[in-house]
């Protein structure tokens, strides 16, 4: 009798802790369609030219995925645990299909939208109709697939990088690194880039076999997504932009700014230009590294200081940068001289990589910041469960 008391005491506390922890990947409460109070929780569609708002469309809760326009439709996830597609003319929407967990950035070809979910799951669904063709689990996803040559490349949270068949979702590979990827893979010429998060690498991988070509070590965690034009890789670092030899690794040059980067970079017509949490975009020259301007953006309270980090990647079209901050604005600068041209403020932080596309700019916001969980109430429901487990399971040990 005693046994089968402990066993299902054991078996008690096991259920409780396996609920309590399924708390961490649920994404923040939305009640009755409505996410925190403070997320701004829209998609918007600016003219490019002048900055004027042609439409907006309200989701469940707060974005931080960046859209993909194609053929006339917005795919752009949010944190109500959907991925939508909208009409790129009205913002009306076309369909949605659940993701569970949150929605990452996502990638479109060949008629099938890839995306990745912090709960898990690689999802192909087909781009006109929403319907799931096929998906694969993983460790969780926050970073965009890379879909190149049939092949959809995705890093996950389980320290892998994954090589998946993208009609069938079979996997063809898979390079298991020292940590989970916050940043997202870029192909190009038969090369896999893709930073190891907080292993501090970048890796560069046979983009058929999966086998490592070398590695970049740098100062901390590489978060930011790599870039690759005209033979160099270019990518961020704790607080430092870094150019190294695509083919080698061998490092050109690297550009430390005021704190981290976390901003991908974007290259066009031989300058790179890349955001800090320092306040600033920067824009250098691709070959040397010297800084050509800087744009500082206004400022917000976060960690008892105020900055204004710029987190997400800019666009460069038509010689126009935009570009989003957590201090509520987008932004669109002269591209060879730093000159704003006009800014629009939302109802919360960008976090959203703008995609330009026909004359408009498309892009998400949000409230939530880095490092802040007040919106995510599974970690207090987790540890509140957890000790209640323990408290019974200790009572349950004295009788």
């Known amino acids: 009798m005693t046994t089968t008391r402990s066993i299902l005491t054991v078996f008690f506390v096991v259920t409780l802790i396996s609920v309590a922890l399924a708390g961490f990947a649920i994404a923040p409460t939305v009640v009755d369609g409505r996410g925190p109070p403070e ?24 974005i931080e995925s960046s859209p993909t326009v194609a053929n006339g439709v917005v795919y752009i996830g949010s944190w109500d645990n959907n991925l939508y597609a909208l009409n790129a003319t009205t913002g009306a929407k076309l ?4 993701t569970w967990g949150g929605a990452s950035s996502p990638a479109v070809a060949n008629g099938v939208v890839y995306v990745g979910s912090n709960g898990g799951n690689v999802y192909a669904l087909n781009a006109t109709t929403g319907a799931k063709v096929w998906n694969r689990l993983t460790g969780g996803v926050t970073t965009s697939p890379a879909v190149a040559n049939g092949v959809v490349y995705v890093g996950s ?21 020292g940590h989970g990827f916050d940043s997202s893979p870029a192909v190009a010429d038969g090369v896999v880039y893709v930073g190891g998060s907080r292993d501090h ?44 030899n695509a083919t080698t690794g061998a490092k050109l040059w ?10 991908s970079p974007a290259v066009a017509n031989g300058v790179v230009y890349v955001g800090s949490w320092d306040n600033n975009l920067y824009a250098l020259n691709a070959t040397t590294g010297a800084k050509l301007w800087n744009y500082t953006t206004g400022g917000a309270e976060r960690y008892s200081r105020t900055v204004s980090s710029v987190y997400p990647s800019p666009a460069v079209v038509n010689g126009v940068v935009y570009v989003g ?26 976090f959203s990589c703008p995609a330009v596309v ?7 916001s949000s409230t939530k910041k880095p490092g802040d969980t007040s919106s995510t109430p599974g ?7 957890i000790g209640l487990a323990i408290v019974a399971y200790v009572a349950r040990r004295k009788r």
Request: glycine content about 10%; aromatic content about 18%.
């Open 39 to 62: 997320s701004d929780k829209n998609v918007y569609a600016l003219n490019a030219t002048t900055g004027t708002k042609l439409w907006n469309y309200t989701t469940g809760n707060y």
């Open 201 to 244: 690498n970048l890796y560069a991988l046979n983009a058929t076999t999966g086998a490592k070509l070398w590695n970049y070590t740098t100062g901390y965690g590489v978060d930011s997504s790599p870039a690759v034009a005209n033979g160099v890789v270019y990518v961020g670092g704790s607080d430092t932009l870094y150019a190294l």
């Open 379 to 385: 970690f207090e429901v987790a540890f509140a469960v």
């Open 157 to 177: 949270w389980d320290n892998n990088l994954y090589a998946l068949n993208a009609t069938t979702g079979s996997k063809l590979w898979n390079y298991t690194t």
């Open 358 to 364: 026909n004359g408009v700019v498309y892009f998400g």
């Open 95 to 98: 369909w949605n299909h659940l």
């Open 325 to 350: 901050s957590d201090d509520y604005n987008l932004y669109a600068l002269n591209a060879t001289t730093g000159v704003k041209l006009w800014n629009y403020k939302t109802g919360g932080e960008v």
């Open 254 to 263: 690297n550009y430390t700014t005021g704190d981290w980067v976390q901003s």
